[in-house]
Nanobody, 127 residues
């Protein structure tokens, strides 16, 4: 496991943009597959997308494809979620996650496949 710290949430108008950050808050030279999830009130945790460890390839769920972009910083210990064309239904607590053991370039879509989680950051999109 690694400690993950998220930042960047807030209130934004529909159609606006927001960028979330997720940083591994300990010194590491290892690159992990990392993903973003979100959880709206009364709903389960929804997978949004993943960035792979070896090539930084990305994969997105259909609901955010074309609007959200995951990228990794040059230092490899920070992952970003750039969100554009935000909608009220994007309102949720957003979580980043890392898989630190037994990983490949597979697309890990389920929350149980990750062993490290950020604290969550609230994103509210006003209509």
């Amino acid at each position: 496991q690694v400690p993950l710290v998220e930042s960047g949430g807030g209130l934004v108008q529909a159609g606006g943009s927001l960028r979330l950050s997720c940083t591994i808050s300990e010194r590491t030279f290892t690159t992990y597959p990392m993903a973003w999830f979100r959880q709206a009130p009364g709903k389960g945790r929804e997978f949004l997308g993943i960035i792979t460890w070896s090539s930084d390839s990305t994969y997105y769920t259909d609901s955010v494809k074309g609007r959200f972009t995951i990228s990794r910083g040059n230092g490899k210990n920070t992952v970003y979620l750039q969100m554009t064309e935000l909608k009220p239904e994007d309102t949720a607590v957003y979580y980043c996650a890392a898989r630190t053991t037994y990983y490949s370039d597979s697309i890990y879509r389920h929350s149980y496949e990750y062993d490290s989680w950020g604290q969550g950051t609230q994103v509210t999109v006003a209509s």
